[in-house]
């Protein structure tokens, strides 16, 4: 080791809430790089000391070891060493396509991000011309990243044979579902690579403008994405003139302001036009008509920022990684009541209890797993014995749950699941646009019916009304909101029924 | 008569939205409306003129010149809405209809500082019991559904500093050093 080796510490927005600016304050600053995390949340602040075998990790740091480490010269025996944090069992498993730089580089640094290959991708497109662009995608199999798992270059064909004087690109990143943060942790730690798969999107479809729109709970990735988009600007690798090619592209950062439903695309349009993010009915499909009114490709930050490893190595490569139809690698992402929570990227097929009980280590509070909820608060809950099931979007859906955006929310066995049924409607009622009755009206009348469940009131008779009501939501609906908040409802009571009807109430009634 | 109209365009606009709101707050900003005087506190409005002229008078760009002035002032005041309606040539029921729709908006300084997140990932690891815990020691707090920190909750913001692992005294000490 030198005597001053380069020191890699995250300033993703998990790392500073777990006061990563301190330790960097303790650190010397000349040979400190900030970087994006590496996923292992548990272990922030998580310091990497750049050694001539790899980086060796320190963490969790508090203040004071960071300093006593500092003068120490960061010795391997602190009981805080880690090892080469690339031979850590999370990272070892990992395959990462979109996550390469995360956590490696600092996201800002550009000369880093293209000596590590940031532009190969970019560069194979701009070599290339649209159909084959669309055709690589096609092939690689590539499926949002969102939640629903369409297609990428479907809708990419779909907008690229648009007749239109505009196209856009949009980028979704309003990430609101509770369990997920792999978008956030992208455009913080490599945003770079977002853009460069929105610009390659620009070229497939013939699109000179793009958006991202990131909620506003996230200002890290916002101030990120501003100062990554004004570097490349500044480069020329962003604009009217993308590396000399002559091809343009524009690309703004749009903040949400605080609506979960402008996660459904076409609120995001609405709201990207500066309206009520109400939702709007289809058809016309965006890939045709969406923001105002003209061809618009609607994708992921995951979907978009898998374009440019796809268009490196090309999309057979990419097709050959995977499970059954879903093709390449998913951001798993580990929350809620679990001792080594975070996000690794890896393969579609992986299990949930090989997610839960070998990476995560089981619950945080040491109590018996009980339910785990996939997919965001539209997801449906699964219970303990059901976690066999492998990570991949046709298993999901078979098995009445959904992938969505990857992430998994853990509950030991203190959670009421009647009461997590009654908040799936709460949110649902807090949330909805109001645009369809099913969802306005039903989330409503859903959330009071299972509060009357959880008083003991008529149960049985208000069980089945709950029932009829989530058919009415699930086919009644204009958009997933309505139509998906029933899964975690219908899982809870399929899986937990016990919960809705040994209420409390009758607990109540002896003890009052 | 201008009142009742806008009254009736309030009523028309949320009747479709954010029912949960239940009858008593929505009785609340009702009377807001109808009773004459502005909200929020008096302040520069030169500066909203200037948000408008940044973002180019683009009505599209509305979130954004809300979120300015929501930043700048605290709120988003009916003498700002009316500025702003007036520089970006669309209608004040336009202008009301998104500020009421997005909850980072608001007519009032009436914000609480702390926000809490409350959704499933952070309620996994008792941010029920926090919320309780808060209110049991008088700081108001804002119930926010995630805030990406989701593997080391429960989690908290206070302006734009994310906290990880919240509890009611972090909490409280992090409030005091604001």
């Known amino acids: 080791m030198t005597d001053t080796p380069r020191l890699f510490l995250p300033r993703d927005a998990a790392a500073l809430s777990v006061g990563a600016d301190g330790v960097a304050a303790a650190l010397p600053q000349d040979q400190l790089v900030r970087t994006g995390s590496r996923g292992m949340l548990w272990l922030e602040p998580l310091l990497e000391v750049d050694t001539p075998?790899?980086?060796?990790?320190?963490?969790?740091?508090?203040?004071?070891?960071?300093?006593?480490?500092?003068?120490?010269?960061?010795?391997?025996?602190?009981?805080?060493?880690?090892?080469?944090?690339?031979?850590?069992?999370?990272?070892?498993?990992?395959r990462r396509i979109i996550f390469e730089r995360c956590g490696v580089i600092d996201p800002l640094d550009l000369d880093a991000f293209k000596a590590s290959g940031g532009l190969d991708g970019l560069r194979a497109a701009l070599a290339s011309n649209a159909a084959d662009i669309v055709e690589t995608v096609t092939r690689s199999g590539l499926r949002g990243r969102g939640g629903a798992g369409f297609p990428a270059g479907i809708k990419w064909k779909t907008a690229s044979e648009a007749q239109a004087d505009q196209k856009y690109i949009c980028c979704n990143a309003d990430e609101g579902d509770s369990g997920t943060f792999a978008d956030r942790m992208l455009m913080e730690g490599d945003p770079g690579q977002l853009i460069a798969g929105m610009i390659i999107a620009g070229l497939a479809v013939g699109a000179t403008k793009g958006f991202i729109y990131c909620r506003s709970e996230y200002p890290h990735a916002i101030a990120t994405l501003k100062a990554a988009i004004a570097?490349?600007?500044?480069?020329?690798?962003?604009?009217?003139?993308?590396?000399?090619?002559?091809?343009?592209?524009?690309?703004?950062?749009?903040?949400?302001?605080?609506?979960y439903v402008c996660g459904e695309e076409s609120a995001m349009l609405e709201s990207l036009e500066?309206?009520?993010?109400?939702?709007?009915?289809?058809?016309?499909?965006?890939?045709?008509?969406?923001?105002?009114?003209?061809?618009?490709?609607?994708?992921?930050?995951?979907?978009?920022?898998?374009?440019?490893w796809i268009l490196e190595h090309g999309g057979e490569a990419y097709a050959e990684i995977g499970h059954e139809r879903s093709r390449g690698t998913q951001a798993y992402q580990l929350a809620g009541n679990i001792r080594r929570g975070g996000m690794?990227?890896?393969?579609?097929?992986?299990?949930?209890?090989?997610?839960?009980e070998d990476f995560g280590g089981g619950t945080l509070s040491g109590r018996p797993l009980k339910a785990v909820q996939v997919g965001g608060p539209l997801g449906a809950y699964i219970p303990a014995d059901g976690l066999d099931l492998p990570m991949d979007y046709e298993a999901f859906a078979a098995a009445g749950a959904m992938l969505g955006h990857g992430g998994i929310v853990v509950f030991d066995d203190t959670v009421d699941m009647a009461r997590q049924a009654e908040f799936a409607m709460e949110f649902c009622a807090e949330e909805s646009c109001g645009k369809c009755t099913p969802c306005r009206i039903g989330s409503m009348r859903g959330a009071?019916?299972?509060?009357?469940?959880?008083?003991?009131?008529?149960?049985?008779a208000n069980l089945e009304l709950v029932e009829d009501l989530c058919t009415i939501m699930t086919d009644g609906s204009l958009c997933a909101m309505g139509g998906l908040t029933p899964m975690p409802v219908m899982s809870a009571l399929r899986h937990f029924r016990e919960d809705f009807t040994s209420s409390d109430a009758k607990l109540k009634d002896t003890v009052d | 008569m201008r009142e009742q109209s806008v009254a009736a365009d309030y009523r028309l606009t949320h009747a479709s939205t954010k029912q949960f709101q239940m009858a008593r707050r929505a009785l609340n900003s009702l009377q807001r409306i109808i009773i004459p005087g502005e909200s929020c506190v008096p302040h520069d409005i030169d500066v909203v003129a200037k948000i408008c002229a940044h973002h180019n008078h683009d009505p599209a760009a509305l979130l954004e010149i809300l979120h300015d002035t929501q930043e700048h002032f605290g709120c988003v005041s009916d003498e700002a809405a009316r500025r702003i309606a007036q520089d970006l040539n669309i209608s004040r029921a336009d202008i009301h209809g998104v500020r009421s729709f997005y909850g980072d908006f608001t007519r009032d300084t009436d914000k609480p500082k702390l926000k809490l997140c409350r959704a499933e990932a952070c309620q996994a690891v008792g941010s029920e019991e926090l919320a309780r815990r808060l209110s049991a020691r008088g700081i108001a707090s804002e119930t926010i559904y995630c805030l990406g920190n989701c593997a080391l909750g429960p989690a908290a913001m206070i302006g734009k500093r994310l906290i990880g692992r919240a509890s009611a005294e972090l909490l409280e000490a992090e409030l005091a050093d604001d």
Not at chain 1, 277 to 287: C, E, H
Not at chain 1, 295 to 308: C, E, F, G, K, R
């Open chain 1, 53 to 94: 075998d790899g980086r060796i990790g320190f963490g969790p740091l508090c203040v004071t070891d960071a300093k006593r480490l500092a003068e120490t010269g960061f010795p391997k025996d602190h009981a805080t060493c880690l090892g080469k944090v690339e031979n850590l069992p999370w990272m070892k498993i990992q």
């Open chain 1, 231 to 259: 570097s490349w600007e500044g480069r020329g690798w962003l604009g009217a003139d993308i590396l000399g090619s002559g091809k343009a592209f524009e690309l703004e950062v749009r903040r949400g302001a605080g609506s």
């Open chain 1, 274 to 308: 500066g309206k009520r993010g109400q939702v709007r009915v289809k058809p016309p499909i965006p890939a045709l008509s969406g923001l105002f009114g003209k061809p618009t490709i609607v994708n992921n930050v995951l979907t978009l920022a898998s374009v440019p």
């Open chain 1, 344 to 356: 690794l990227e890896a393969d579609f097929g992986i299990s949930l209890r090989e997610l839960i």
């Open chain 1, 448 to 460: 009071e019916t299972i509060s009357k469940i959880r008083d003991g009131e008529n149960v049985e």
